[in-house]
């Protein structure tokens, strides 16, 4: 329990020093003064040390002293409970591990049968607390909107009513409870019930609860008044001794006070207090007025269109630190939150430095939905927690963000930004911003098609080698898994796999196996292990039907039906019908399932808005003259990519999949499907740790894939060569050790973006030639593999060859250099197709995932303004795929073609459909 103080000595109006001489009294000292003062007389330190010393001791020694057990007291926490009843206007504080355990002191005042009533737009964590109580303890719980006293009024009962909990401002949405009115009803209606108060997002600086009525208040002090996001803390403060001393009692028994190490840093904290929120107050202001100037929806008490400023300005000294505004559309939302640098992506706020967040992925994320929704909680609500950095860079920052997301873009003047919508209304002359497009297609997300694909892989380099601790360099090839999603609105599922035999699958999405699915929150990782309930009620049940002769469309469909399930969140579950086709030869070794991981995890986080796209640069209609209509430019701010982030996400998940697929896969194959290029990779174990290393910057090179046809034992070739090792292991110790150099010379001649191309390809000859020769020696080269060598080597040809892979039959690669003649590359392919091979024409290192961009064929001309056609796209006539300005108004969908065409012409259609944007 804290400190016994003399009431008297603490006033309401903060305390004041005795006057000097009755001519000067002293003024009472200012709150930054409280603040930066910590002074105790009853406590006063022996040693006179300037700051309060840390008793990092958990018992006292001796009968009578004033402490005996840290838990029922410790001077430092004393020190620091006795310096926040001062800022507080209080007669006790008590000091907690956290806001969530000041709330867990408070709510166990409450006992089965009693009512609370609660403001409707709470902190995440207090609605979870409450719906506990309400499931568990049998208290009724009645969420009401507080901006409106009239809402309690019918819930306001003699005796039932135990407490009331308020928040003023509320997180997220800032709305304003006049404290001081509703703490006077409550008094009046029903005299037994505790008014209790959040002031976590004021702290005692801006506002003091207890002045206007309230029973309890307590604040997160993991927020302003630590303020660097360094500790968790809560802290009660009451005036009312019986609850004082029911706090004290409450907080023994749990024993979650604050431990000595916390008390010292928070006492710290509150020194600066008043300093660091007058800087982040100011900079809110600033940055309120840049968004609502721009048109955005600002929920913010500082600013005058703010409904509730009036009773805010009675109640508190000033709007705070946070706000929120709207977008309008939630994947603009995150790319907005996605591409700000300065301002950290954090749930929390209240720290010295700017954070921003979505409210409805993060810090609400526990509140399911639906109940968001009833509760007018948006899903494209960004919440900004102002810090203390440089205003101007903050802004530049945010701007920035904005600008890169789409959501603002250059006005027409070219002297300041409007929003995207904004602008598209002004130009609506056919210059329509395909920013905006995006969001109008977002009405009708249940008709979009999504149109993906991703690259398979090619091991160049240190295959079985790399089973022994050498690093091998693998490579996207450009053959493709393609994956395409089309909605369907019969609650069901399903899945066609042309390639794989023309399987075909179709499941009621309710009778998936949802009880055995752990679903993984947004922006959460999937566990490192996976759900092995999942894998077995899906292959064992759902999939059982599929026999031995279908093995591979049931791993395909129950990696699909795993991801699918589990990024299924609240109410979630699309029902579609998914495509996937592969130009790749499935099981030869090129990274067929990474591929097809990649598709199947970028279509379903695409589905579940895990995932967005950038929108294409808005348009700029740029005017000539003063009278000239203008001609519209195409932004120059490149082709965009997707965004490395997202990358990541696919790629965690494409990981995922590979799981389900394979066991205990290395992550190469699914890297290199997502991040193209090419990469070294060294795996773990042999006194290293796994690595990973992505080899950029190299164009990419032309390679003869030539597939054997000959099936392979992978296993049976991997375990040949361990045996090898240790039957003779000097030599093969010796062609590990030769490998790792070819790896080395060739990730330094691929990295080199200064080394001419005609010496790149020379060396990869050469290491080409070295490597096979150690495969060879290794014992897994094969017949076929040799004949493909000896042909594409023939005095004709003079090209060189190297198996891939495990070897043992699968594939050859055959580099081909720049200038080889397109004639004689023709009657290579024949003669080797001629011999019963199966020859590919690819190239190696090139782009990894790609996704189709939905946008809008050109809008209808008038006033004769130039219609805007993305770079890259082909005639309008093209079938293309989006929302309902795309696929539906058109009346098209990409589905049938991409289902039925031949393969040989898959990978030019699927080119043709549109603008593709890639890693
Ligand atoms: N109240 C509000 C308004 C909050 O924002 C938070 C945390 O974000 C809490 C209470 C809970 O505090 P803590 O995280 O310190 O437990």
């Known amino acids: 329990m804290g400190p016994t103080i003399d009431p008297k000595a603490i006033s309401h109006d903060l305390p004041t020093p005795e006057p000097e001489s009755p001519f000067r009294p002293r003024k009472p000292y200012k709150f930054s003064t409280l603040c930066a003062t910590v002074e105790n007389p009853s406590q006063k330190d022996q040693y006179g040390s300037s700051s309060v010393p840390i008793y990092q001791t958990s018992t006292f020694k001796?009968?009578?002293?004033?402490?005996?057990?840290?838990?029922?007291?410790?001077?430092?926490?004393?020190?620091?409970?006795?310096?926040?009843?001062?800022?507080?206007?209080?007669?006790?504080?008590?000091?907690?591990?956290?806001?969530?355990?000041?709330?867990?002191?408070?709510?166990?005042?409450?006992?089965?049968?009693?009512?609370?009533?609660?403001?409707?737009?709470?902190?995440?964590?207090?609605?979870?607390?409450?719906?506990?109580?309400?499931?568990?303890?049998?208290?009724?719980?009645?969420?009401?909107?507080?901006?409106?006293?009239?809402?309690?009024?019918?819930?306001?009962?003699?005796t039932k009513t135990a407490m009331v909990l308020l928040e003023s401002p509320t997180n997220p949405l800032l709305k304003i409870a006049d404290l001081a009115l509703l703490s006077k009803e409550v008094k009046e209606k029903a005299p037994n019930a505790v008014v209790v108060v959040d002031n976590t997002m004021m702290s005692p600086y801006l506002q003091r609860p207890l002045?206007?009525?309230?029973?309890?208040?307590?604040?997160?002090?993991?927020?302003?008044?630590?303020?660097?996001?360094?500790l968790m803390?809560?802290?009660?403060?009451?005036?009312?001794?019986?609850?004082?001393?029911?706090?004290?009692?409450?907080?023994?028994?749990?024993?979650?006070?604050?431990?000595?190490?916390?008390?010292?840093?928070?006492?710290?904290?509150?020194?600066?207090?008043?300093?660091?929120?007058?800087?982040?107050?100011?900079?809110?202001?600033?940055?309120?007025?840049?968004?609502?100037?721009?048109?955005?929806?600002?929920?913010?008490?500082?600013?005058?269109?703010?409904?509730?400023?009036?009773?805010?300005?009675?109640?508190?000294?000033?709007?705070?630190?946070?706000?929120?505004?709207?977008?309008?559309?939630?994947?603009?939302?995150?790319?907005?939150?996605?591409?700000?640098?300065?301002?950290?992506?954090?749930?929390?706020?209240?720290?010295?430095?700017?954070?921003?967040?979505?409210?409805?992925?993060?810090?609400?994320?526990?509140?399911?939905?639906?109940?968001?929704?009833?509760?007018?909680?948006?899903?494209?609500?960004?919440?900004?927690?102002?810090?203390?950095?440089?205003?101007?860079?903050?802004?530049?920052?945010?701007?920035?963000?904005?600008?890169?997301?789409?959501?603002?873009?250059?006005?027409?003047?070219?002297?300041?930004?409007?929003?995207?919508?904004?602008?598209?209304?002004?130009?609506?002359?056919?210059?329509?911003?395909?920013?905006?497009?995006?969001?109008?297609?977002?009405?009708?997300?249940?008709?979009?098609?999504?149109?993906?694909?991703?690259?398979?892989?090619?091991?160049?380099?240190?295959?079985?080698?790399v089973v022994h601790g050498v690093t091998a360099i693998a490579a996207a090839v450009n053959l493709r898994c393609y994956g395409l999603v089309k909605p369907r609105h019969d609650g069901k599922i399903s899945v066609h796999l042309s390639d794989i035999n023309d399987f075909h699958g179709e499941w009621d999405i309710a009778s998936l196996p949802w009880d055995a699915c752990t679903p993984v929150p947004r922006g959460d990782a999937h566990p490192e292990v996976l759900n092995q309930a999942l894998v077995d009620s899906l292959q064992n049940s759902t999939l059982a039907d599929l026999g031995a002769d279908q093995q591979q469309a049931k791993a395909?469909?129950?990696?699909?039906?795993?991801?699918?399930?589990?990024?299924?969140?609240?109410?979630?579950?699309?029902?579609?019908?998914?495509?996937?086709?592969?130009?790749?030869?499935?099981?030869?070794?090129?990274?067929?399932?990474?591929?097809?991981?990649?598709?199947?995890?970028?279509?379903?986080?695409?589905?579940?808005?895990?995932?967005?796209?950038?929108?294409?640069?808005?348009?700029?209609?740029?005017?000539?003259?003063?009278d000239d209509p203008g001609h519209i430019h195409v932004s120059h701010q490149g082709r965009r990519g997707i965004p490395p982030a997202t990358a990541e996400e696919i790629n965690q998940w494409a990981f995922v999949a590979e799981k389900i697929l394979h066991g205990n896969p290395s992550g190469v194959d699914n890297s290199v499907a997502v991040f193209g290029g090419a990469l070294a990779y060294t795996r773990a174990g042999f006194g290293k740790p796994s690595g990973m290393e992505g080899i950029q910057g190299f164009k990419s090179l032309r390679f003869l894939l030539t597939n054997s046809k000959i099936p392979r034992d992978t296993k049976k070739l991997v375990?040949?060569?361990?045996?090898?090792?240790?039957?003779?292991?000097?030599?093969?110790?010796?062609?590990?050790?030769?490998?790792?150099?070819?790896?080395?010379?060739?990730?330094?001649?691929?990295?080199?973006?200064?080394?001419?191309?005609?010496?790149?390809?020379?060396?990869?000859?050469?290491?080409?030639?070295?490597?096979?020769?150690?495969?060879?020696?290794?014992?897994?080269?094969?017949?076929a593999l040799e004949s493909i060598r000896a042909k594409t080597g023939s005095s004709s040809y003079n090209l060189t060859t190297k198996l891939t892979g495990a070897g043992g039959g699968g594939c050859a690669v055959t580099l081909i250099p720049d200038d080889f003649q397109e004639a004689a590359l023709q009657e290579l392919i024949s003669e080797l197709v001629q011999s019963g091979f199966e020859p590919y024409l690819t190239s190696v290192g090139g782009g990894g995932l790609g996704i189709l961009t939905p946008y809008t064929p050109n809008a209808p001309s008038t006033a004769g303004v130039d219609h805007i056609t993305p770079p890259g796209t082909p005639n309008v006539d093209s079938p293309r795929i989006g929302g309902p300005a795309g696929a539906e108004r058109s009346g098209r969908s990409l589905a049938p073609t991409f289902e039925a065409l031949p393969l040989d012409d898959l990978a030019q259609w699927a080119e043709s459909c549109g603008r593709w944007v890639f890693v």
């Open 62 to 158: 001796g009968m009578n002293g004033e402490y005996d057990y840290s838990r029922s007291g410790n001077p430092t926490r004393s020190h620091l409970e006795h310096h926040l009843a001062k800022i507080s206007s209080a007669e006790h504080a008590f000091a907690v591990s956290s806001g969530m355990a000041a709330l867990d002191i408070i709510l166990r005042l409450l006992k089965p049968g009693d009512e609370v009533i609660a403001g409707d737009d709470l902190y995440g964590g207090t609605n979870r607390l409450l719906t506990y109580l309400r499931t568990h303890v049998g208290v009724t719980v009645h969420h009401v909107d507080t901006t409106n006293p009239e809402s309690l009024r019918p819930h306001l009962h003699a």
């Open 211 to 230: 002045e206007h009525g309230a029973d309890l208040v307590y604040d997160s002090a993991t927020k302003y008044l630590s303020g660097h996001h360094d």
């Open 233 to 465: 803390a809560g802290v009660i403060t009451c005036n009312r001794d019986d609850l004082a001393q029911r706090m004290g009692f409450l907080i023994n028994s749990v024993g979650n006070a604050l431990t000595p190490f916390d008390a010292f840093l928070l006492l710290r904290g509150t020194k600066t207090l008043a300093i660091r929120m007058d800087r982040q107050q100011s900079t809110t202001m600033i940055v309120a007025k840049y968004l609502h100037t721009l048109g955005f929806t600002v929920y913010y008490p500082g600013l005058a269109s703010h409904p509730g400023k009036e009773i805010h300005d009675r109640i508190a000294d000033g709007p705070g630190a946070v706000l929120s505004f709207r977008t309008g559309d939630k994947e603009l939302s995150e790319r907005i939150v996605g591409a700000t640098r300065l301002w950290g992506i954090s749930v929390s706020f209240g720290c010295v430095n700017s954070l921003i967040s979505m409210p409805c992925a993060m810090s609400h994320a526990s509140i399911d939905p639906a109940t968001r929704a009833a509760r007018g909680l948006p899903e494209d609500l960004i919440r900004l927690c102002v810090g203390i950095e440089d205003p101007s860079d903050l802004l530049d920052d945010l701007e920035r963000a904005l600008i890169e997301a789409g959501a603002i873009a250059l006005a027409a003047d070219l002297n300041s930004y409007v929003r995207a919508n904004l602008q598209a209304d002004a130009l609506r002359d056919g210059a329509i911003s395909r920013a905006v497009e995006k969001l109008a297609m977002r009405e009708a997300p249940d008709s979009q098609e999504w149109f993906v694909s991703a690259p398979g892989k090619v091991i160049l380099f240190g295959e079985h080698a």
């Open 556 to 626: 395909a469909c129950a990696t699909f039906l795993y991801i699918y399930m589990t990024l299924a969140w609240g109410e979630g579950r699309p029902s579609f019908h998914f495509a996937a086709r592969s130009t790749l030869p499935i099981g030869a070794g090129l990274g067929s399932s990474a591929s097809f991981s990649a598709c199947a995890a970028t279509t379903l986080l695409l589905l579940h808005d895990r995932i967005s796209l950038p929108p294409l640069p808005p348009p700029t209609r740029i005017p000539e003259t003063p």
């Open 719 to 783: 375990a040949g060569v361990g045996q090898k090792k240790i039957q003779e292991p000097e030599l093969v110790n010796k062609i590990l050790d030769s490998i790792q150099d070819i790896s080395n010379e060739a990730r330094r001649a691929l990295g080199d973006p200064e080394l001419p191309r005609e010496q790149l390809l020379s060396a990869l000859a050469a290491l080409i030639k070295e490597n096979h020769a150690h495969l060879v020696t290794l014992g897994v080269s094969h017949p």
